[in-house]
């Protein structure tokens, strides 16, 4: 996270009834993502999975999170879409291979919508 230039992405764990969803690299680019949950947004990710440093935030003063007024689900990718694009994102976490963040709760992990067979192109341990 703090050598984020502009806007960074990782993998998050334990997250949209997965073991992890991630943004999908390729040559250091992020290409498309690994998600459970509708993989056509925009920046299909969770909001533990990005960093956007204070200058890209101090430069995009009308940029705004918003807790109203978003579809469900659509919060991080209408917020992304201010201030990147996903050509600029900033893949970290080993190419966004490996899980150093978890979305945790005091309740049982819900894996629902875990694919039976492995479907991702790399073996990430969580």
């Not at 009834?17 to 498309?32: K, L, Q």
């Not at 459970?36 to 969770?46: E, S, V």
């Not at 201030?83 to 966004?96: D, G, M, S, Y």
């Not at 005091?106 to 894996?111: G, I, P, R």
Request: charged residues 25%; hydrophobic residues 35%; positive net charge.
């Amino acid at each position: 996270m703090r050598t984020t230039r502009k806007v960074s992405v990782w993998p998050v764990g334990l997250v949209g009834g997965r073991r992890y969803e991630r943004p999908i690299v390729e040559n250091g680019r992020v290409v498309g993502w690994y998600t459970g949950w509708r993989p056509d947004r925009p920046f299909a990710i969770d909001m533990a999975g990005f960093a956007v440093s204070l200058q890209v935030i101090l430069s995009h003063p009308k940029a705004v999170f918003k807790r109203r007024g978003s579809q469900p689900g659509m919060q991080e990718s209408d917020f992304l879409k201010q201030i990147t694009t996903v050509e600029e994102l900033e893949p970290k976490a080993n190419n966004c291979t490996k899980v150093l963040v978890w979305h945790t709760r005091t309740e049982k992990v819900n894996l629902a919508n875990e694919p039976k067979y492995h479907l991702d192109t790399v073996n990430i341990e969580v």
